[in-house]
Structure formats: structure tokens, C-alpha cells
């Protein structure tokens, strides 16, 4: 229990540095859809599923190779300039060349009068490569206060920002009041949206510079078996990432009515933000955990910890899924009415998200016994079935087929890890008690999707106390929680 308290205890750290400004920034959301159609949110929508994608390409696996090598050099200081290095030249090259062909790639993706989008998000995605390192420094190091207030920094400028082009702005001209173009141009537009993130990484990179502060020293043979170790992890990234941000890089393309795809876009990428709660989870638990599960790799009890993790990992998955679920009538209150037609993909991402955060813990096999091929395969197997189901589905069903190709392919890559993951490492996971789990949440989950109230205030009471029975049912079942509770 103690060290489940210290990863606990740091993913909560975590979280509080993405779960808080995450949800200053989600509450951007509201505004958004209240400003802008879907048609125009969906370009958002369209170009942040590309930055998806290119993220994993400019970190390419270096990340999970410094924290594997960090150990394993027993915090040889060369694996952080290396990997630094490494980072620092080809993100610049990447931003050089993608300024220079700005006009062609806008063109390319459809976007041919705004070839400054495609500049912004290139040097956004450029700088954000270049933090990666310094960020994963300050989590090897067990630094997630200094961690969270740079990660709370970025986003609080990004929402001051927004407010001020999107909401202040406006209002002055209406008011009569003259802003100079340099300051507010009204023909931009979402532009804004970027050009408040194109700041805000900005400002975050010039924080960073004093843990970048150290004398370079670039070793080529230790960044070639960095690169052996990361380049597979760079491939299952890729693959990863068309499992998640495929759906919305193709809905616009493959659904026949090209007039209403773009509105069609937008209410599915407004609708994914109602499953922020579970992403977040995930993001947060990955950053405290990844450093963790290397950390606890040689302990003896190591497989035994591992189990326990799982199981607390999915039992605060299905809350989240009953809590937002089950208060579905405030949370739809985040998005503007327009775009609630799309709010039953809700439960079926916030459960694909969920599956996962489960594979996300089952992959430690591979990395931990340095197969990480396995996690190419295992990412190619789970994009084949994204492709192929998107091309199956959108056209027949438009974005739901797009939620349905999530899940289907997170279970399927969820299920195929645990099966190969017992062959390399096997870990006895208490599978009885976590089905059981899967078993109460659903039941609770059917008993509110069955009993419907016209009044707001008793339903609302009456799903209290569904989550609070869930809340007791894990009480009852989890004999340490009771003895720390019944301790204090």
C-alpha cells in the first residue's frame, strides 16, 4: 500500500497539473460552440487530430528510451543531453521545412487561403517536441510540483488568451472602441484558437531553458541504442495515434455529403471533449506511472504491485464512466445546444478510453523485457482495425460507426496484450474481482438509462445514490481501503 500511495500520490499531482487547466481549457469548450458553427469548430477539430500524429512522429519513442536508459545507466547524465540533442535538431529542421512548404501542405489539406495555419501549428508541434525532455527530466527526478506549474502556466495563458481575442476583442469593437490590426485582426477567426497555443508553448520553452542549462555532451553509440530501443515505440505511436485521431482526420473525407461532414466533424470533436474526464485520467496516471513501473521492475514483489495498480487504475476508470454518465443532463451543459445530437458516443468513448488506460498498463511486459516490436505489432493490429472499420461505418453511420471503431479497436488491442503479455511476463491479475467490478458498473450504468424522471432535481438524486453504491460496493470489497479508512 505504501507505494501505491506514492504513485497515488504523484498521479494526483499529475493530474492536478493537467486536470485543472485541462478543465480551464475545457471550459473553453462552452465558448467555442457557442461562437463558432460546427462547421468551423471542425477545422479545429481536423488540424488538432494532425498535430496528433505528428507529435508521435517529432518525439519519436525518446521519451519512454530516456526513462529506460536513465535507469539502466544509472542516471548517466549523457542520456538527457543525448536524447535533448537529439530532439532540439530534428524539431527545428522539421519547423524550417514546414515553414517553407506552408503554402503546398495548406493547400494539400484543404486549407489553401490560410497557409499561416500550417506555420503556427508547425513551430506549436516543433517546441512541444523540445519540452518533451526537460518535462520527462523533471518526472525521472520526482519534480511533478515544478512539473505541474509549468504544465498550469501553459494552459492558463492559452485560456486568458482565448477570452481575450474571442470574448474582450469583439465586445470592444461592438462597443464602438478601435484595436489596432496588430492586436485584433476579426478576419482570423479560430485562428486565434492557435494563435493562443503558439504563445503559450512559447512562453513554456523559455521556462524550461534553466533545466536545459547543462553542458551538452552528445554520446553517437548511446543514442544508437536509444534509437534501436525507441524507433519500435515510434512505429506502435504511430499506429497508436491512427487508432485514436483517424476517425476525425477522415470523417470529413469519407461521408458522401460533403456540405454537412464538416458539421458532422465538429459535433463529434465537441462530444469526444465530454469524454475529457477519462482521458485526463489516463494522460495523468501514464505520466506518474511510466517512471513508476521502471522504478519497481527489480522488487520482488514487483508483478504482485503491478496486479494491485490494474485494479485500482479500472476501479477509478469505472467511476469516472459512472460520473459522468450519470450526471449526463449537467455535463451536456458544456457544449452548446447544437452540437447535443452527438452525445450518444459519450459512453462509448468514454469505455474505449478506459480499455485504453488497461492496455496502457498491460504494455509494461514489452518494455520492461525490451520487446517493444510487440508494441508495433500490437498498434498495427489495433490500426488495421481502425481503418478498416472507419471505411466500413462512416459512410453508414457517420460518426457513431467513428466511436464504434474506437472501441472496438481499444478492446481488441486491450485483449490481444493480455493474452501475448502472459506468454513474456505474466502477471496475476485478479481478473474475478475486476469482471465483477465491470459487472456492478454496468448494472448500475442500465438501472439510470431505465428509470427516467421528468424531474431534474430527483433524477439527479436518484443517480447519487447509484454512484454512491458503487462507491460502497468497492468499500465492501477491498478489505485495505477498509483498514486504512477505519485507521484515520
Excluded at 481549457?25 to 469548430?41: A, F, K
Excluded at 476517425?247 to 460533403?258: E, F, T
Excluded at 521502471?294 to 503491478?306: I, V
Excluded at 459522468?324 to 458516443?345: P, Q, R, T
Aim: net charge positive; proline share 4%.
Amino acid at each position: 500500500m505504501g507505494k501505491l500511495k506514492q504513485l497515488a500520490g504523484q498521479t494526483a499531482i499529475y493530474g492536478l497539473s493537467s486536470i485543472v487547466p485541462r478543465l480551464l481549457n475545457y471550459l473553453l469548450v462552452p465558448l467555442y460552440t457557442s461562437v463558432y458553427p460546427p462547421s468551423e469548430y471542425g477545422i479545429v477539430t481536423e488540424l488538432y487530430a494532425y498535430l496528433s500524429f505528428l507529435s508521435i512522429i517529432l518525439t519519436y519513442g525518446m521519451e519512454t528510451g530516456f526513462f529506460r536508459f536513465w535507469q539502466s545507466e544509472k542516471g548517466n547524465p549523457k542520456v538527457y543531453t543525448t536524447t535533448l540533442i537529439s530532439l532540439f535538431i530534428t524539431s527545428i529542421t522539421f519547423i524550417i521545412f514546414a515553414i517553407a512548404f506552408a503554402k503546398p501542405t495548406a493547400v494539400g489539406l484543404g486549407y489553401e487561403h490560410n497557409p499561416e495555419y500550417v506555420i503556427w501549428l508547425s513551430i506549436i508541434i516543433g517546441f512541444e517536441a523540445i519540452t518533451a525532455i526537460p518535462f520527462a527530466l523533471l518526472r525521472q527526478q520526482n519534480r511533478p510540483v515544478r512539473f505541474a506549474t509549468l504544465k498550469f502556466i501553459n494552459i492558463a495563458i492559452q485560456v486568458v488568451l482565448n477570452l481575450f481575442f474571442i470574448m474582450l476583442c469583439p465586445f470592444l469593437l461592438k462597443k464602438g472602441y478601435e484595436l489596432p490590426t496588430w492586436l485584433f485582426n476579426p478576419s482570423i477567426g479560430i485562428g486565434y484558437i492557435f494563435i493562443s497555443n503558439l504563445v503559450a508553448i512559447v512562453v513554456t520553452l523559455l521556462m524550461l531553458i534553466p533545466t536545459m542549462l547543462v553542458k551538452w555532451s552528445f554520446d553517437t553509440k548511446l543514442w544508437k541504442r536509444i534509437m534501436i530501443y525507441s524507433l519500435p515505440l515510434l512505429v506502435a505511436g504511430l499506429a497508436g495515434m491512427v487508432n485514436e485521431t483517424f476517425d476525425r482526420v477522415m470523417l470529413k473525407r469519407l461521408l458522401a455529403d460533403a456540405s454537412t461532414a464538416m458539421d458532422q466533424l465538429g459535433i463529434y470533436g465537441a462530444n469526444y471533449k465530454l469524454a475529457v474526464l477519462m482521458t485526463l485520467f489516463i494522460q495523468t496516471f501514464r505520466f506518474a506511472a511510466e517512471p513508476f513501473f521502471f522504478s519497481q521492475a527489480k522488487e520482488n514483489n514487483a508483478k504482485e504491485l503491478y496486479a494491485e495498480v490494474m485494479k485500482y487504475f479500472i476501479i477509478f476508470g469505472l467511476f469516472i464512466f459512472l460520473g459522468v454518465m450519470l450526471y449526463m443532463d449537467i455535463v451536456k451543459g458544456f457544449i452548446g445546444k447544437d452540437y447535443h445530437s452527438g452525445l450518444k458516443v459519450v459512453p462509448i468513448l468514454l469505455l474505449a478510453n478506459l480499455f485504453l488506460g488497461i492496455f496502457f498498463n498491460l504494455s509494461i511486459w514489452y518494455k520492461l523485457t525490451n520487446k517493444t516490436m510487440w508494441g508495433v505489432y500490437l498498434a498495427i493490429f489495433g490500426a488495421t482495425i481502425t481503418i478498416v472499420l472507419n471505411f466500413w461505418l462512416i459512410p453508414i453511420i457517420g460518426y457513431m460507426g467513428a466511436a464504434w471503431a474506437t472501441l472496438i479497436c481499444y478492446f481488441s488491442i486491450m485483449v490481444a496484450s493480455f493474452f501475448i503479455g502472459n506468454h513474456f511476463y505474466k502477471v496475476n491479475y485478479p481478473l474475478a474481482r475486476i469482471g465483477l467490478y465491470f459487472l456492478v458498473a454496468s448494472v448500475i450504468f442500465a438501472l439510470s438509462q431505465i428509470i427516467k424522471i421528468d424531474s431534474r432535481a430527483i433524477s439527479l438524486s436518484i443517480n447519487t445514490i447509484l454512484l454512491l453504491s458503487f462507491i460502497g460496493f468497492v468499500y465492501y470489497m477491498e478489505p485495505s481501503l477498509k483498514q486504512k479508512f477505519n485507521k484515520r
